[in-house]
């Protein structure tokens, strides 16, 4: 993967974890202003590579590059405004309100003691209508259903204006309905806002539509990556995931949808 | 917008109502006791001390009873009480956990280990160099009982909430005994460490308070600068740290100034429990759950709490019971009600 300016550039990376090791030799070269979906079956590794990306794990051995520059160089704060992460147990302690919460992503752009200006405020209603939760401004966090707590988690992500969006499987308590909407909308964001989306996919037909680029990993060790419709394969899907898959394209747009075989050869 | 600045305004009146309920009961506990002075001459006493009112001259008995003897000791019980709460508080926002505070916690029994060490060994001839005073010995206890309990729990790099909790107990159970043994070894002193197992505020003068105020106002003023740190921290260390907290960093400094503030309060009162549990959760309750605000009020609250206690202590009861055993008993069935709470997930 090397079309358009780099984004992350990870050589020879190790990440251990209680002796145990968890990400073995990954290289990768992430282009900007991409979707890219990292899949791998449980435990193969997609959180903690995530994990790494955000800079919250150092890696074992390595180095992880963000724009080029030493991820462990950066700067908390620096690093909050160019990368944000929406982690998979998204919960909140004490009963804060909705907007509270989302209006905590705006935390690396003000000083200190600054409060919210109009510009953030305006930026916080406009996400709010976009995912489709204004209603919720004033609720408890903790009242909310999953799929609403995860628009929030969403929400708090995108006012944080990052240049890259690490997500981790943030679709999983949403409706079909709010996850096609959200698939867009960040879509979008890519164009519009110069963004990238780096996210692990539970869903393999999901990523199919979505992902610019896909990163398959298993046992912690990258088994391939590449543009969406040149690397899915029914071989690659049985390598990954153990499973007979059987591979079509629809006829409107050409895109991939992937069927899965019930008979599995166990 | 306008939203927003009604919010401010309804704090601002919130502030002003708690300022002036803590200000009025301090009134009214100057002037309560064996001898009962009425309030509008406590008032007169007070301003005259404070040099606000010169005329009137006040009879010496009654301004030596409310300056040397109750003064003290109402300002104390706010400072400690109010102490004691923004530690609570703080606890709770750091560990992420709504049963943390000083007791539950064991750093309160960790400075009151400290403190009695610090009277006794010179009573067996073993030296404690001089500038490890009693309240020095108090927060190293504190800050070591802290470590410990925050080590024992820790799974890997993860805090589990109950296991907390258990640790704290169990150290304070092991440090009680302590204590206990030190009090039995050191026969004649018995008195000044039952003191400190159950807390009283019988004991404070100027100089003692002078040091509450000071560590009260590092205390809060610290906690205050990193409210929003804390906040962000309610989302859970990695959505913290993706937001550019160093939690490494505001975890150590708080925990050292709380240990500072509980140090300095269990030094000059033995172990009241419960305040900084109590106190941060009636603050939530009413106002809501954002640090910037609630650390303020929480020193408010667990003002007027203490003092309102110790002055039911003092005043009202018979016998003069330690404060230490009115909070527990009040105390006590709250950390019930949290914790039921906290089971079934409503505060998670």
Redesign the interface.
Known sequence: MSRGPLLYSLNNIDFSYNKKKVLNNICLQIPTGKFIGILGPNGSGKSTLLDILAGLHAPTSGKCELFGKNIKEYQALELAKLSAMMPQDFSVRFDFKVLEVIAMGRHPHLPRFAPLQSSDYELIEETMKLLDISDLAERNIRALSGGEQQRVALARVLVQTPKVLLLDEFSSNLDIYHTLTILKLLKGKINKNDLSIISAVHDINQAAVFCDELIFIKNGEIIAEGQTEEILSTEIIYEVYGVNAEIRYDSKNNKPYIIFNSELNI | ?HK?RRNRMRLYLWGAVGFAVLLFLMLFSVSQGFMHIPIKDSAVIIMKWLGLFHNTEMPKIETAIILDVRLPRVLGAALIGGSLAVSGAVLQGIL?N?LADPYTLGLSSGAALGASLGLVLPMFGIVIPHFFSVEVLAFLGAAGTLLAVLFIAST?NRLNNTNLILAGVIVSAILSAAIGLLKFIADEQVSVIIFWLMGSLSELDMAKLLILTCTAILGISVSI?FS?DL??M???E??A??????IFRLRLILLLVTSLMTAAAVSFSGIIGFIGLIAPHIV?FVI???NRTLLPFSFLTGAVLLLSADTITRVYLPAEVPVGILTALLGGPFFCFIFRKSIKGL??
């Open positions: 917008m927003h992420l709504p890997g600068f929003r906040n962000i309610a989302m859970g990695k959505t740290s993706t937001l550019g907290v160093n939530r809501g759950p954002d505060i998670k």
